[in-house]
T-cell receptor
C-alpha cells in the first residue's frame, strides 16, 4: 500500500511568490495533519482536518498560510506571499478512524515531507 | 497544558552499546505515549507506543514503559546498531477532544561502528 504522498519533495522559490504543497493521505484515513519542522522550533502542528473539515488551525502562523481539504484524498497547504522565514520541511500525516471502543491510539502516518526554501 | 521534554542530544554511542533516551511529559487527562523515529531525509515513522500506565511498547529491539508515577516514557535498547542512527521523538496524545500529537524536541542519535 502506498503511504502518505507529498509533492513536491523539494521547492525553491523567491520571497513573495505563492507556494502550494500537496498531500494525498492513506486511503481510508479520515484525519489529516500538516506539520512544520525547523531546527529552531522543532515539529509544530499547523492544522488538522477530520473528515475533510478543519478542526484546529491554531498552529497556522499567520494569514499568509491557508490549508484546504476538498475531498478525502487530497489536501493543500498554501503560503502566499512566501517569506524566507517560512523555509522548513513541511510534513503531512494521516490517521485512520478512531476505534469505537477504548479510545484507540490514533497512530499518525507521516509522508516524506516537502523541503521548502524561500530565497 | 500538555508538553514533552526529551533528553538533549546529540547522543553518540559505539555499536553494541546500551541506549537510553529520557522522556518526561506533562499532560491533562490520560495520554497515550509514542516514540517516533526519523531517518535521514525521511518522514517520521512510529517506533512504538503505549496507551496506559505500566504498558510496555516494543519494536525492533527498542522498549519503553509508560510510568505514570514518574510521568516518564524512556526509550531503551540493549545493543544499538549503526542502522539505528536517526532522530528520535517522544510524543503524547491526549484522547479527549482534539486529536493532537505533542512532540518533544527530538534527540539525534549517532552510532559509530
Amino acid at each position: 500500500d502506498a503511504g502518505v504522498i507529498q509533492s513536491p519533495r523539494h521547492e525553491v522559490t523567491e520571497m513573495g511568490q505563492e507556494v502550494t504543497l500537496r498531500c494525498k493521505p492513506i486511503s481510508g484515513h479520515n484525519s489529516l495533519f500538516w506539520y512544520r519542522q525547523t531546527m529552531m522550533r522543532g515539529l509544530e502542528l499547523l492544522i488538522y482536518f477530520n473528515n475533510n473539515v478543519p478542526i484546529d488551525d491554531s498552529g497556522m502562523p499567520e494569514d499568509r498560510f491557508s490549508a484546504k481539504m476538498p475531498n478525502a484524498s487530497f489536501s493543500t497547504l498554501k503560503i502566499q506571499p512566501s517569506e524566507p522565514r517560512d523555509s522548513a520541511v513541511y510534513f503531512c500525516a494521516s490517521s485512520p478512524p478512531r476505534r469505537l471502543a477504548g479510545g484507540g491510539t490514533d497512530t499518525q502516518y507521516f509522508g516524506p515531507g516537502t523541503r521548502l526554501t524561500v530565497l | 497544558g500538555n508538553s514533552v521534554t526529551q533528553m538533549e542530544g546529540p547522543v553518540t554511542l559505539s555499536e553494541e552499546a546500551f541506549l537510553t533516551i529520557n522522556c518526561t511529559y506533562t499532560a491533562t487527562g490520560y495520554p497515550s505515549l509514542f516514540w517516533y523515529v526519523q531517518y535521514p531525509g525521511e518522514g517520521l515513522q512510529l517506533l512504538l507506543k503505549a496507551t496506559k500506565a505500566d504498558d510496555k511498547g516494543s519494536n525492533k529491539g527498542f522498549e519503553a514503559t509508560y510510568r505514570k508515577e514518574t510521568t516518564s516514557f524512556h526509550l531503551e535498547k540493549g545493543s544499538v546498531q549503526v542502522s539505528d542512527s536517526a532522530v528520535y521523538f517522544c510524543a503524547l496524545l491526549v484522547i479527549q477532544g482534539a486529536q493532537k500529537l505533542v512532540f518533544g524536541q527530538g534527540t539525534r542519535l549517532t552510532i559509530n561502528p
